[in-house]
Nanobody, 125 residues
Framework: QVQLIESGGGLVQAGGSLRLSCEAS?????????MGWFRQAPGKEREFVAQ????????LYADSVKGRFTISRNSAKNTIYLQMNSLKPEDTAIYYC?????????????????WGQGTQITVSS
């Protein structure tokens, strides 16, 4: 089994920055897993934010966060990060970390196998 624990959420003013972390653990976790971030705002479906391959060199972003968010990973620590800059009120959501046993795939929540509990991000205007 794989456990994903997110941290770093909170309240921030528009234009501010936050960094989320997600630490993976478990006997079956592999550093070769694709990792991703998704978010879900109240009354909306869960949406893709960013994903990163096992090497850390290949990334993909949703258009809504491109140029503002950066995903990275430290495989030695089994941890991925989401650096969020220039935050907007519309970024307010619960952010989820996810792991996929495949090394790459489409940015679909259905392809991910493991999920964290989520961490709340609130951006005030």
């Amino acid at each position: 089994q794989v456990q994903l624990i997110e941290s770093g959420g909170g309240l921030v003013q528009a234009g501010g920055s936050l960094r989320l972390s997600c630490e993976a653990s478990g006997r079956t976790f592999s550093s070769r897993y694709r990792m991703g971030w998704f978010r879900q705002a109240p009354g909306k479906e869960r949406e893709f934010v960013a994903q990163i391959d096992w090497s850390g060199r290949v990334t993909l972003y949703a258009d809504s966060v491109k140029g503002r968010f950066t995903i990275s990973r430290n495989s030695a620590k089994n941890t991925i990060y989401l650096q969020m800059n220039s935050l907007k009120p519309e970024d307010t959501a619960i952010y989820y970390c996810a792991a996929d046993v495949s090394t790459w795939g489409t940015p679909s929540a259905a392809e991910y196998d493991y999920w964290g509990q989520g961490t709340q991000i609130t951006v005030s205007s």
